[in-house]
Each structure stands twice: as structure tokens, then as C-alpha cells.
């Protein structure tokens, strides 16, 4: 496109009427200002024919929205789908279930999805913000603190002394339960396999080990260490004139196979 045509050569660069009764000419076109005119308004032309064709409109004189039609051509073509990546023409989308991610959500469903976020529970209110809180323990099954058990109500821990009803004759429970995932409701004994983890497999006792006081003491103290236990007695002979003297005792650790090592087995 060429550049902007100069102004008539006029002090203010406008055009004025002549009155020849008063000797006052009017502005004077030259032919160089006719021929940027003509040159500018070609220019134009030619860049609007080249829109047209570029869209594939051919030029119709008897039509005036041709322009129209190639722009509008233009932006279908030429102006990308929105992505991730890239900006471009996006559709709205008024859903609140949509995965979509090439269309924009509508000020609806930014509405929709804010009301629904405040219809919701806050995590740290701790249920504080139930409205209806009875209500929500009737759904879960709950019992409320102004319920009573024994005529106590449910704020503390509960003694029950004297048992109604058929606690104190029921012979098996409810649910079962599960004993080392065994199910167990109390009307018949389980087995826990020594296979299962932590059943103990095999026992044994160690070496004996012998304790001596170090002398012919009359009195003296021994406690065999914790897991431990007493195995044997030695007695000695001090003469015809004494009694015998115990000079010390025998003792074995006892160990259990449990997980595949042996255990020492405390007290």
C-alpha cells in the first residue's frame, strides 16, 4: 500500500470556494494532486481486489459486501482452533461435566460450578457446618450426645452394672468377627495355624548354664535371669562334722521359633 497522499498545497491544507465578484480565486487543483489522488484510490482498490481474491471472491460490482465476505472468510481460515498451545477462536461451553479441554466455560457454568462449591462441607470445619445435623446422623446411622444408655447420656464413658435384655444370655454375637482372619461370632473354638505370621512354631531350652558363689558360703541369694529357669542343684560335702553346703545351681534360657528366628523368652 502506498504511503498517505499529501494535502492540497493551501496555507490550512483544505479546499476553499473563488468568488469572482470580489477578485477572490478559489484553490487551484494542480494536476499532480489529481494524480495521487488517482494513484492512492487505485492502491486502495488493488489491495481490496487482492483480500477478495486471496479469500476466493471474485469481484462483482453490482455486490458491496465482498469485503465483508472475505474477512469473515479470513477469520474461519486463517485464525487457528484454540489449544493448549496455541491462541485461537475457542468455543463456550456452558456444561459442568465437560473433560474438554479446546472450549471455554460460559459465565453459567462458572455460576453453576460456584454454587455447588458452596453448597459443600469445609474439611476443617469438622461437620460444624452441618445445617441439619440431626438429620445427618439419621443418614449415617449415628446417635446423637443427648442420647442415653442406662438413662446416662452418650457424653463419657458408660458403666453398665446391671445387664438387661439378652446380653447376659446371648450365646453368640450379632457380627462376627474376625480373629487372626478367622471369622469368630462365639459358638464354636478357632485354630490359628502355627503357619500364620507371629504363631509361635517350636520351643527349646539352651545349654544349662551353672552358677557358682565362689566359696563355701553359708548363706547366699541367686535369681535366674528373666526367661530362666532353675534346671539343677549342686550339693556339696563339707565333712561329718558340718552340714552339706549348696554350692551353686544349674539354670536354662527358654526360646521360642517365631517369624523363622529363635526368641529369647523374657519374663
Known amino acids: 500500500m502506498q504511503n498517505l497522499m499529501p494535502p492540497v498545497n493551501t496555507p490550512d491544507k483544505l479546499f476553499h470556494d473563488g468568488d469572482p465578484t470580489q477578485g477572490i480565486e478559489g484553490t487551484i487543483v494542480t494536476a499532480e494532486f489529481m494524480n495521487n489522488h488517482q494513484a492512492a484510490t487505485r492502491d486502495l482498490q488493488q489491495e481490496v481486489i487482492n483480500v477478495l481474491k486471496e479469500a476466493g471472491v471474485t469481484p462483482d460490482p453490482e455486490k458491496q459486501n465482498q469485503l465483508v465476505e472475505a474477512l469473515t472468510s479470513f477469520i474461519g481460515q486463517k485464525v487457528p482452533d484454540a489449544s493448549l498451545t496455541q491462541k485461537g477462536v475457542v468455543q463456550l461451553n456452558s456444561a459442568v461435566n465437560s473433560e474438554s479441554e479446546t472450549e471455554a466455560a460460559t459465565p453459567k457454568a462458572v455460576r453453576i460450578a460456584m454454587d455447588n462449591a458452596n453448597a459443600r462441607l469445609a474439611k476443617d470445619r469438622n461437620g460444624a457446618d452441618i445445617p441439619n445435623k440431626q438429620l445427618f446422623l439419621d443418614n449415617i446411622g449415628g446417635a446423637p450426645k443427648t442420647r442415653k444408655i442406662n438413662n446416662m447420656p452418650l457424653t463419657s464413658d458408660i458403666t453398665i452394672n446391671n445387664i438387661g435384655g439378652n446380653a447376659g444370655t446371648a450365646t453368640r454375637l450379632q457380627t462376627a468377627r474376625r480373629i487372626n482372619n478367622v471369622l469368630f461370632d462365639g459358638t464354636s473354638d478357632i485354630t490359628i495355624s502355627t503357619t500364620d505370621s507371629g504363631a509361635v512354631r517350636n520351643f527349646q531350652y539352651t545349654n544349662e548354664v551353672f552358677y557358682n558363689p565362689g566359696g ?4 547366699w541369694t541367686f535369681r535366674a535371669p528373666s526367661g530362666c529357669q532353675l534346671s539343677g542343684i549342686y550339693v556339696q560335702d563339707t565333712g561329718r562334722s558340718s552340714a552339706d ?11 521360642i521359633y517365631i517369624n523363622g528366628s529363635w526368641c529369647t523368652v523374657s519374663g
Request: no cysteine.
Open 216 to 219: 563355701n558360703e553359708i548363706t
Open 245 to 255: 553346703n549348696i554350692g551353686g545351681v544349674y539354670y536354662k534360657s527358654a526360646q
